[in-house]
């Protein structure tokens, strides 16, 4: 009854967060740097960047994006104007240390800038 299904929804939630964007973030690096069936891994794991051990555990990326700049998107706020992960260094892994939050709107144009300097 009541109890079976309050414990299978127990045991199926993991930790609540997954209507949030950071999650969604978080997934979409997964499949980049794991998935070799994801349409855009031979960018990310197809080229050898990988996502450090670390951040596997969602709750431990979750605290680093939230101690290091990450706000959910507000009410009316233009897409470009939302939180975008960037890796400084685009060859190295997705990490603490090598990763900042910037508006999608920035990303876009780093992204611009390295392109155009691998022709």
Not at 17 to 41: A, F, M, P, V
Not at 83 to 111: E, F, G, H, T
Request: positive net charge; glycine residues 8%.
């Amino acid at each position: 009854g009541c109890l079976a299904h309050e414990l299978t929804s127990a045991r199926a939630r993991t930790h609540g967060h997954s209507t949030e964007r950071l999650y969604n973030i978080w997934i979409g690096i997964r499949q980049r740097c794991n998935n070799s069936d994801y349409k855009l891994y031979k960018w990310y794991g197809g080229k050898g960047v990988k996502l450090c051990d670390e951040w596997n555990d969602y709750s431990k990326f979750r605290e680093w994006a939230y101690a290091n700049g990450y706000e959910e998107p507000k009410p009316g706020q233009s897409k470009g104007d939302m939180m975008s992960i960037d890796r400084v260094d685009p060859d190295k892994a997705y990490s603490p240390d090598n990763c900042r939050w910037v508006s999608l709107r920035q990303n876009v144009s780093y992204m611009r800038k390295s392109h155009a300097n691998q022709r």
